[in-house]
Structure formats: structure tokens, C-alpha cells
């Protein structure tokens, strides 16, 4: 009888155990309402990590770099040096740099061939020829002034200007940077030389003209003179005759 009690009991088990054994439980893909994309273990749960090729990270991306701005010590901008290539007598730009920390154009260092000087002026200062120059961005330790193929002079390399004396005829005029590297090319000009006998000319004219003025005056008084002689000898004729 206590068997008898016990079978309905025990079918109900059965029966649980097989509904259990017929139904999945879920998982972690089908909780967050997405399809699993790899094995899964006996437990339900993947085994195997989802990887992405390097370069997938950046298909979409723009990649935009970012270069940083050059401050002072102090915390504000670099301006540019205050430096003129054409200014004579001026501190060097790598001297203002390291006294102002400005920054300085892009100059080509010492072992490095200068870059050719901007010659400005080939002019007559009234005794001598003054030439002008700027200086080109380089390393430069003095400036060399050719004329007409000679050397006429050597100027330090603070130097934008300098005279080379009288020159007679037509010539080129050429300025070269120097370091220890080597000579640049030369910034030249023609010279056309100023008619030095124009002065002297210009007096012989003036004194021409002074001579001829001098002698047409002498004329006139002479021929004055004579009228004037003339004139009283008719004169006394006429008194004579009538006496």
C-alpha cells in the first residue's frame, strides 16, 4: 500500500526531470538579446575571445597629429627675433637667441657654404665708391668685395656697408660671404663711373663766356668813344665855319 502511495509522487519527478532535460537554459548572448558568434563550452559560456584585426580600430578614424607649441621659460609664445640682415653693426640673431630666447630665421650652420649676400647700392659719395649689402642667412665670419674680378676689400661680418675708393671705368662690383667652410656666390652690380672732367669742363665754358662777355664790352666802350670823338670834331668844324 505505502508503494502504491508513493507512485504518484514519483512519476511527478519523472516527469520534471524530463521537462529539465527538453529545455535550454539561457545564455549570456541570449540574455543581452544577441546571437552567440562562438563555441561554447559544456557550461554555456564561450571559450574563444572575438578578435579584431589591428587595423579595424582605424577604419573609421582620422588620425590628426599634434604638434605641440614652443613656449618660453616663462610660459608664453617665442616671437621672432628682432634682427634686420640688412642693419649694419646689430648683434648676431644666434646672439639674440640665446640672450631672449626669440627665435631666429632658419640659418645654415658654420660648417656649411654660406648663402650668397643682396647686394643693395653701388653708389659716388662725392670722393669714393660706398657700396651697401644684406646679409644672407648663414653662418658668416667676413665679406670680400671684388671689382671687376680683383679683390678690392674685406669688411667684418657685422659689417653691411664699405667703401672701395675711386673707380675709372665701367666695372662689376661683387660682394662674397666667407666662412670656414667656403666662399658664396657673389651679389654683383655694374658700376658706371660719374664724368670727373664735367667740373673742369664746366669751368672752361663759364670761362669762355665770361671772356667773350668782357670783350663785347671793351666794343661797345671803344666804339662809344669814338662816336663821341667824332661827334665834337663835326662839332668844331661847324663853329669854325661859322666864325
Same mark, same amino acid.
Given at each position: 500500500?505505502?508503494?502504491?502511495r508513493?507512485?504518484?509522487?514519483l512519476?511527478m519527478?519523472v ?10 537554459l ?6 543581452a538579446g ?14 574563444e575571445a ?5 587595423g579595424s580600430?582605424y577604419?573609421?578614424? %582620422?588620425? %590628426?597629429?599634434i ?12 616671437q621672432?627675433?628682432d634682427y634686420n640682415?640688412c642693419l649694419?653693426? =646689430?648683434?648676431?640673431?644666434s ?12 640659418f645654415t650652420?658654420?660648417d ?5 649676400p643682396h647686394?643693395?647700392?653701388v653708389?659716388w659719395n662725392g670722393?669714393e665708391v660706398?657700396? =651697401?649689402?644684406?646679409?644672407p642667412?648663414?653662418y658668416v665670419t ?8 680683383q679683390?678690392r ?5 657685422? +659689417?653691411?656697408?664699405g ?13 662674397v660671404?666667407v666662412n ?6 657673389g651679389?654683383?652690380m655694374?658700376? #658706371?663711373?660719374?664724368d670727373?672732367s ?6 672752361l ?9 668782357l670783350l663785347?664790352?671793351?666794343v661797345?666802350l671803344?666804339? #662809344?668813344?669814338r +662816336?663821341?670823338?667824332?661827334e665834337?670834331s663835326?662839332?668844331m #668844324?661847324d663853329?669854325? +665855319?661859322t =666864325?
Amino acid at each position: 500500500m505505502a508503494a502504491r502511495r508513493d507512485l504518484p509522487f514519483l512519476l511527478m519527478i519523472v516527469c520534471l526531470v524530463l521537462i529539465k532535460g527538453y529545455t535550454p537554459l539561457p545564455t549570456t548572448s541570449e540574455v543581452a538579446g544577441t546571437k552567440p558568434t562562438g563555441p561554447f563550452s559544456s557550461h554555456g559560456f564561450l571559450t574563444e575571445a572575438l578578435m579584431l584585426p589591428s587595423g579595424s580600430y582605424y577604419d573609421d578614424e %582620422t588620425v %590628426t597629429p599634434i604638434i605641440p607649441k614652443r613656449v618660453s621659460p616663462d610660459g608664453g609664445t617665442l616671437q621672432r627675433c628682432d634682427y634686420n640682415s640688412c642693419l649694419e653693426n =646689430q648683434p648676431a640673431c644666434s646672439n639674440l637667441a640665446a640672450s631672449t630666447g626669440c627665435l631666429c630665421p632658419g640659418f645654415t650652420l658654420y660648417d656649411v657654404i654660406p648663402e650668397a649676400p643682396h647686394l643693395k647700392a653701388v653708389s659716388w659719395n662725392g670722393s669714393e665708391v660706398v657700396i =651697401q649689402w644684406c646679409a644672407p642667412y648663414s653662418y658668416v665670419t667676413a665679406y670680400i668685395v671684388m671689382v671687376g674680378g680683383q679683390r678690392r676689400g674685406e669688411f667684418r661680418e657685422d +659689417q653691411r656697408s664699405g667703401s672701395v675708393g675711386n673707380i675709372d671705368t665701367i666695372s662689376e662690383v661683387c660682394v662674397v660671404a666667407v666662412n670656414d667652410a667656403g666662399d658664396s656666390d657673389g651679389s654683383c652690380m655694374m658700376y #658706371h663711373p660719374r664724368d670727373n672732367s664735367l667740373p673742369l669742363k664746366a669751368g672752361l665754358i663759364g670761362g669762355a663766356l665770361g671772356f667773350l662777355l668782357l670783350l663785347l664790352l671793351a666794343v661797345l666802350l671803344w666804339r #662809344h668813344k669814338r +662816336q663821341r670823338k667824332q661827334e665834337a670834331s663835326i662839332s668844331m #668844324h661847324d663853329t669854325a +665855319q661859322t =666864325q
